[in-house]
């Protein structure tokens, strides 16, 4: 099975492509592009990217293990990503991630159908810590009641 | 030309190349700076940090990689300080680093081990059931295995692939401690230029899977040789070792640094050509499958010489020494003398860099020596006579000119240093030393002579002892050189220096 | 205290859409710079005394010269690859002002002879990046970005573009190479003062904040801006305040105003009644201050520096009596490892190691001379890599062992009994 950007990914690649003095600052971008278009970036889509742009696969493989927020491999449909530098370890990061276990089972770096549980670096939300990234979405000023509410309202 | 300025490094007073780096400046005067990432065939990258002096007048001391020569700049490499500077990078450097040098390939050519015995010596101070565990014996194609825990990251090997031979194979991946030299999963090495990085390594993170637990380095000998599997004629050294009741064996080859050839590298088909150098060694001379003395083996020899009027077919990859008296034995006897060079085309070996499509090492010299090369002349020679000596052209004898079966009614007496089908039931087979046993001269295609020296030790007579005994023509190439070829060239053997001459 | 420069427009229900800006305010300054000559506005920054904001301090108008002397095309490289743990600010100017910045990109490029500008928005802020989109989507709607800014015949591009997680690409040059497609490695720094370069051409890189405070500077001139602050350390800056804090959040503040009032009167004093213990004054990345250095506190780069620490960012992280120093530390240390890039020797493998001591030490497994172990790996870590991300780490520990040696001492003594049991 071979990758192709849908028609939106396209259109957006065509209109970024002349903002910028030389192509190659495309690569993040398309590594996105890609990500949110299958969920993860599949070797098919660096393929797909490294034909694009003409750079090389291995140093395309170079920039996505670089970064910490591609995916190179599936992931459950919900990550929940706590965040664990000081301001929230010191406002009781603890224990949302006890709240957390509570309700759907899983500790850090554990995974199940659905969730996946990681801690992250300090996220630029220290004025509302402790707080949580639940895929894209910030959630600030947790108690581990609204933990709890959170992901019943998101994740069931 | 670039203005030559005096520097002060160590309290001596060095000229240096005002603007030029001063690492590779330190370096070039002999003065050692440990370094992992800075190579000469790739420039500096900065993130070893090894290469750190003290600049009178720079608060920090300074990567000598990243520092350019200024006029009367005072240079410290081994002060108190900065010998605690590199004590402690070095100290990084193996703090991850297995101690595997029991089993590994490196030791005795790995800068970590070299420049912890010059300047370390410390003891670890950090446990070692905590170091980071990685692949340990990643075999990425093309003969290499690959340690990433050896691995320092100076990034030679992948600066190699992008800058050098612009094929992309390796990158660092991850980030941190955690980064670490890889190529594209499920991909190999697919450069003809792969097993550099080897040498590129200066740890023993990239290792040759065909050298692997075969032979420590200190007990090989390197003898200065050249490679003579095509016309390119790339310096190599030949590292050799006589094990108990073994013959002189040749364990690898690898690059010599020759600006005006091959630069710091050579190609892994000329890298592996040991292997044939090695194999298939004949010794003993066979007349119709029957072993006989050698002094038998001489007498006919002489006698075909003398009333068979035979045809002399030399190899292309002869030295020029060995064309040389073959030339005057053929005026001796009044013989004609071909050397076949279509036989050793090979278009598809061709490429941009080190190899070139004739994979003889020496058809300069047969062609200044007016030898005739082509297949036309050889057929018609071969139809006026019944007998071919033939000298170690190894090709003459495979399909090319087999299938004209002109060869079918014909008796050989070869020269060979390898053996080959059927060559014990040859008229007169003689068994001569190969090109890593002699030393001697090539012409490569692009005009450069140069000179390799004689390397490994092994009982056998060289083809120019072995003519200077039948018909008395010299007997070292220094003799063939006095006495044919000071006059063609208008300098001596002795002249010609450790990067050739181009002619 | 407070101060409404950067920050007047935060407060006004949908500020950040561009019939509310303009009502505000917005834009003003263009009219004004496009009859002025470029060096006009480079003149008027660089008297305003007006200071890098993303940590640095640098003079912007130093850092904007070196671009605007080239006769070479330019770029601007807005950084808002906000990072620095306990550092919020940036992303109130994105999400509550986008048009302030927007603005502010315009007068800097026009002034370094710049049409093309980047902001590198850290992964992570997504909402920040899309609300930056819908901005400039608005200005190019209005002709106040495009072909023609304003019809003043000038072409100004803004494009977002998104990290992807990874705090060393907040450092320049690590971010120039991340736009240009590559691994944020930081580069080896030239020897004489030189701009960035992005795919060879020179580049100025600016925080947000920088950027988001030209529009006063343009439209009041820079007098005004000198009158707030210090003399060395003029205007303000969008200080935050984080940790055990009753009322953690951003406050704009001139520049000089005492650390200890700051927390007491904007901060409400310590959570649950507790005592101050230690504050990180600038981000996680400047040396930690116990209570008394607190009282005696300025918050300008001048008095940080003489008090041994930094100013950074501005972003406070506040420590009541009872958090574990040690403990602390290991955050701090852990959050350096990951984001290490690992290019050069001493800061990957030093940020590792450390790592790993400090785990030791409060799972009580520590040696008698960890702490000065620690010690002289910071000492390694100092000014021998590539970039000052190992500088920092070597600043952060020598700061936590000069005043809280005891807590250490005190895990190790632990140790000790441990084994000996």
């Known amino acids: 099975m071979s990758f192709v950007f849908n028609e939106e990914n396209e259109a957006t690649f065509t209109a970024l492509l002349p903002r910028y003095p030389h192509h190659k600052s495309l690569v993040l971008p398309c590594l996105w592009m890609a990500q949110y278009q299958e969920g993860y970036i599949s070797a098919e889509a660096m393929d797909f990217i490294c034909k694009k742009l003409d750079v090389p696969l291995a140093h395309l493989y170079g920039v996505a293990t670089f970064y910490t927020m591609f995916y ?85 | ?41 790739l420039g500096p990258d900065g993130n070893c940090r090894m290469c750190m002096v003290a600049i009178e007048g720079q608060k920090r001391p300074q990567i000598a990689c990243d520092t350019l020569v200024k006029k009367d700049m005072v ?3 081994k002060n108190e300080s900065i010998n605690d500077v590199k004590r402690k990078i070095l100290e990084l450097e193996l703090l991850s680093h297995p101690v595997d040098c029991p089993i590994c390939d490196q030791a005795g050519e790995c800068s970590l081990q070299d420049y912890y015995m010059e300047f370390g010596l410390n003891e670890a101070r950090r446990p070692k059931e905590e170091k980071k565990l990685k692949n340990k014996k990643l075999d990425i194609g093309k003969n290499i295995i690959l340690d990433q825990e050896r691995c320092v990251l100076c990034a030679r090997c992948t600066r190699f692939t992008q800058e050098i031979t612009h094929t992309n194979e390796l990158a660092i991946i991850g980030r941190g401690n955690d980064a670490r030299v890889s190529t594209v999963p499920g991909q190999e090495m697919q450069t003809p230029y792969a097993m550099n990085i080897i040498d590129l390594c200066p740890v023993g993170a990239l290792t040759s899977k065909d050298f692997r637990f075969k032979q420590r380095v ?53 890298r592996l050509s040991y ?87 020496n058809l300069a010299s047969v062609k200044k020596l007016d030898i005739k090369t082509s297949k036309d002349a050889l057929i018609r020679a071969l139809e006026c006579t019944g007998l071919v000596i033939n000298f170690n052209h190894r090709s003459f004898l495979n399909t090319k000119l087999q299938d004209q079966a002109i060869l079918v009614n014909k008796k050989e007496i070869h020269f060979a240093s390898h053996s080959f089908d059927n060559c014990k039931h040859k008229e007169l087979l003689i068994p001569i030393s190969s090109y890593s046993e002699n030393e001697g001269t090539l012409i490569n295609e692009d005009g450069v002579l140069q000179r390799y020296e004689a390397g490994l030790c092994n009982e056998k007579k060289s083809l120019l002892q072995i003519l200077h005994e039948l018909i008395s023509t010299p007997a070292t190439p220094k003799e063939v050189w006095d006495k044919h070829l000071n006059e063609v060239f208008g300098f001596g053997y002795e002249d010609i220096g450790p990067e050739g001459k181009q002619l | 205290m407070i101060q409404k420069i950067v920050s007047k427009n935060f407060n006004i229900e949908n500020s950040h859409t561009l019939e509310v800006a303009k009502k505000n305010g917005a834009y003003q300054s263009i ?136 705090y060393i690409c907040g450092e320049k040059s690590a971010l120039v190479e991340s736009l240009e497609g590559n691994r944020g490695h930081p580069r080896l720094k030239p020897h004489e003062p030189s701009p960035e370069y992005y795919f060879g051409k020179p580049a100025l890189v600016n925080n947000v904040e920088t950027i988001a405070s030209v529009p006063f500077i343009i439209n009041e001139g820079a007098d005004a801006y000198k009158a707030f602050g210090t003399e060395k350390s003029p205007g303000t800056l969008l200080f935050g305040m984080s940790g055990h804090i009753n009322n953690p959040g951003i406050y704009e503040m001139a520049f000089g105003e005492s650390m200890q009032d700051f927390i007491d009167k904007i901060g409400g004093g310590i959570k649950n009644g507790k005592k101050l213990k230690a504050v990180i004054p600038g981000g996680a990345s400047t040396p930690v201050l116990n209570a008394e250095e607190v009282k005696l506190a300025k918050l300008d780069y001048e008095s940080m520096k ?59 497994k520590g040696k008698e001379d960890d702490i000065d172990l620690l010690s002289d790996i910071s000492k390694t870590m100092n000014g021998k890599t590539i970039c000052v991300f190992a500088p920092a780490v070597s600043m952060v520990i020598d700061g936590f062992i000069l005043r809280f040696r005891n807590e250490f001492e005190t895990y190790i003594a632990k140790s000790k009994e441990a084994v000996d049991v």
């Open chain 1, 72 to 156: 190179l491999e599936e992931i459950p449909k919900f990550h929940i990503q706590v965040c664990k530098t000081l301001s929230c370890e010191l406002c009781g990061k603890n224990d949302i991630l006890k709240a957390i276990e509570e309700e759907v089972g899983l500790k850090v770096n554990e995974s199940n159908e659905l969730f996946k549980v990681s801690q992250v670096e300090c996220l630029g939300a220290c004025g509302g810590a402790p707080m949580l990234q639940l895929n894209e979405d910030y959630h600030e000023n947790l108690t581990p009641q609204s933990t709890k509410e959170l992901l019943q309202r998101f994740c069931k």
């Open chain 2, 1 to 41: 030309m670039s203005e030559m300025v005096s520097i002060n490094v160590d309290g001596n007073r060095i000229q240096a190349d005002k603007g030029a780096l001063l690492l590779p400046t330190l370096l070039k005067n002999g003065i050692m700076v440990p370094h992992f990432c800075y190579h000469d065939a």
């Open chain 2, 75 to 77: 240079v410290s490499t």
């Open chain 2, 218 to 270: 200190w007990f090989m000998h390197s003898s200065k040789g050249v490679c003579h599997g095509c016309a390119k004629g790339c310096n190599i050294y030949i590292d050799h070792n006589q094990e108990k009741y073994k013959s002189d064996t040749i364990f690898r080859y690898r690059p010599r640094i020759n600006n005006r050839v091959n630069g710091h590298f050579i190609c892994d088909e000329g």
């Open chain 2, 275 to 361: 292997k044939d150098e090695n194999n298939e060694r004949l010794s003993g001379f066979y007349q119709h499958n029957k072993l006989i003395s050698e002094e038998r083996a001489m007498t006919h020899l002489l006698h075909c010489l003398t009333t068979l009027h035979p045809l002399l077919i030399v190899s292309p990859s002869l030295s020029l020494e060995e064309l040389t008296v073959i030339q005057v034995l053929s005026q001796r006897f009044n013989l004609e003398v071909h050397a076949f060079a279509q036989g050793y085309q090979d278009e598809s070996f061709e490429d941009d860099w080190l190899r070139s499509k004739d994979r003889s090492s």
């Open chain 3, 31 to 166: 009219d004004r710079a496009f009859t002025l000559k470029p060096t006009d506005i480079e003149i008027e920054i660089s008297k305003s005394g007006l200071r890098g904001k993303g940590g640095g301090g640098a003079s912007a108008g130093a850092k904007w010269c070196l671009v605007s002397v080239t006769n070479e095309k330019s770029y601007l490289i807005v950084n808002a690859d906000e990072s620095e743990p306990g550092t919020f600010k940036d992303r109130q100017i994105m999400q509550y002002d986008p048009h302030l910045l927007i603005e502010g990109i315009i007068l800097t490029c026009y002034a370094i002879h710049s049409h093309d500008a980047y902001i590198y928005v850290r992964g992570e802020y997504k909402f920040f990046a899309d609300r930056l989109n819908e901005a400039i989507k608005e200005a190019y709607e209005d002709g106040i970005l495009g072909q023609n800014v304003k019809d003043f015949g000038y072409r100004m591009d803004i494009t977002v573009h998104r990290g992807a997680g990874a």
């Open chain 3, 306 to 364: 003489e008090i041994g620490s930094a100013l950074g960012t501005g972003g406070m992280i506040i420590m009541d009596e009872d958090t574990c120093m040690v403990g602390a530390l290991k955050n701090l240390l852990s959050f350096y490892h990951h984001e290490s890039c690992g290019q050069c020797t001493p800061c990957r493998e030093g940020t590792a190691w450390v790592d790993g001591i400090i785990e030791n030490i409060l799972n009580n």
